[in-house]
């Protein structure tokens, strides 16, 4: 909520060209956003997520499918999208990031996409999982050999055994058939020529949401191409793809300055909760999740009782009815009871205290325990993020400008289904250390715990909120991903509720949830110092907003990692594309990006 309307959307474009990955591709490609990109696109802009009332038709088909229908006649195209209700809460130990590698199966084709000869298909598949089951057998030894010392890393091609690799090589013939036999992208591109764009799918602790937009005359080929999937998917590609996501998370988490930190103090502050793991997963449950495991997990969680469908555009009620109850209506109803989520997190009984030494800037995060979305105190936890934040905020008058000791502090709310945080982060100017910063947030929640907020000040902040809300308001992609995004976390209606909510929030509530949520024991703080023999933080993106920043370094860290010139090259072309729509104040990042992707493009040439 601390960012613009502009800004917002401009880390949100920026992240879809630098920060979302991308699955190879025999064409152009398609880039599926990893779940905390899109998880931020929402938090970050709450008015996507809870803003004024818009009509909505909802039905439930005969097999349990919801399906939630917003007319509107702007322009003559239709987003739609389902939302499955399974995360990575609703994993377990040993299977954790198998909600995250359905986002990437569900793209793999169907009995009629995707696919030359299907008969042939489903007999490489079962031969595969012979081969696959051998193979298991044999990191079940390697396993042990680990656990007596034999071994250091089981992954390192040296550990292997004479008969895991020919098992492996068998296992690779047996792919390379089934590749010949497959037509790949099909699913992307039957959509793409039929005018669709923005096809996506994202993955986070509560729901896996797919989705796309196309023109309004292909409403029915919406329908169709949803309900064929869901009812004939093919796993295709399933273990290849496994180590696919396998070495997105060595990418995108292991390989960056602060990933291995982040992902540990995120299990840090979770006791109990399944919110402790990364929605990617543990690298040894992703190595080796089964077919098997897939397919249940797919039983249970995908069936039509546990999804959600919301399409937005310029058609008739009426007529969407009948598609959806024609096409979606058409899919089995599943027999499997939908297993409720039910461990919840146990109280916090002391401070938590997490030391790392990064190559990046001093810094602090303080995390506090919170409220699930559905929870009455949101409100007033959501007017006192926006208190905090912005340029008016109390962080930045008060961390940040004159002698303050940050150079950038932010607040979030980041309530999910189950659990809630508030995290307040702050990175050190020079010539000052994460613990001042530190000490200067408490001093800010003090005051508003023993002083509450004046009337004006409070009114500004519920102001600055409901204009970005009655902002976000323009397009059907984004009331898509609003009311799907919404109903996924607790209810559709959750998305209309809000700005109602926030305009009854007194100074009072705001002292309340402070003493109430932000006491010492209820909190995990994670000081961060730099690396001995690190390089200082690049200049230029010291000089940047704050609100861009993170954003571009992340940009960045995924130039430096790749070496594939025509992955830079569309990058920057995206990049182009989207110089014309960005805001003044975050230009600089964006040319600054553009300038490290040239140059990192003339030094792949220069080793050729």
Known sequence: ????????????????VLNFRATKRNGPAVRRCAAA???????????????????VVEKTLSNG??????????????????????????????ITGIAHLFEHMMFKGTHVIGTRDYALDARLIQE????????????????????????????????????????????????????????????????????GSRINAFTNEDMTFYFYTLPANKLELYFWMEADRLKNRVFREFYSERDVVYEERRRSLESTPTGKFDESFNSTFWDSSPYSWDTIGWPSDVANITLAQADDFYARFYSP??????????????????????????????????????????PSVGEKRFYGEAETNPSVEIRWHAVPSVHKDIPALTVLQTVL??????????????????????????????????????????????????????A????????????????????????????????????????????????????????????RVNAADLQRVVKKYFARENRAVATYTRKAGSEPEDPVVAGLPAESKGMVKQALARIAASSDPAQLQQMMARMEQMGAQVPEAMKAGLDYVKTRIQARLSELDGKK
């Open 1 to 16: 909520p601390a960012l613009p309307v502009d800004a917002t959307r401009f880390c949100w474009c920026l992240s879809r």
């Open 37 to 55: 990109t899109v998880l931020a696109i929402l938090l970050g802009a709450a008015g996507v997520l809870r803003a004024q009332q818009v009509p």
């Open 65 to 94: 499918m919801r399906v939630l229908l917003l007319e509107r006649h702007d322009d003559p195209t239709v987003s739609g999208g389902w939302v499955a209700h399974v995360g990575s809460s609703n994993e377990r130990p040993g």
């Open 128 to 195: 595969q999982e012979a081969v696959m089951e051998d193979m298991r057998a044999e990191i079940s030894k390697l396993r042990a050999a680990y656990r007596r010392g034999d071994i250091d890393d089981i992954t390192k091609p040296e550990s292997k055994t004479p008969r895991m690799k020919a098992l492996e090589a068998q296992f690779d013939s047996l792919v390379a058939k089934q590749r010949q036999n497959m037509i790949k992208n099909e699913f992307d591109l039957v959509v793409q020529k039929n005018g």
């Open 305 to 346: 009782q546990n999804l959600t469908a919301v399409v937005v555009g310029d058609f008739e009620p009426k007529q969407g009815l009948a598609l959806a109850e024609r096409y979606f209506g058409s899919i089995p109803r599943g027999q499997n009871p939908i297993p409720e989520m039910i461990t919840m997190e146990i």
């Open 389 to 442: 934040n912005g340029d008016t905020g109390r962080l930045k008058k008060n961390l940040v400008l004159g002698s303050g000791p940050a150079s950038r502090a932010t607040a979030q709310l980041d309530d999910r289904k189950y659990e809630g945080m508030f995290e307040i982060d702050a990175e050190s100017k020079d010539g000052h250390v994460p613990e001042e910063a530190e000490k200067a947030v408490y």
């Open 444 to 503: 800010e929640l003090d005051k508003i715990s023993r002083d509450g907020v004046p009337e004006d000040e409070l009114q500004a902040a519920k102001n600055r909120f409901l204009t970005l809300t009655y902002r976000q308001l323009d397009g059907n992609f984004f009331l898509m991903l609003r009311y799907g995004v919404a109903d996924a976390r607790g209810g559709w209606q959750l998305a209309d509720a809000l700005a109602g909510d926030v305009n």
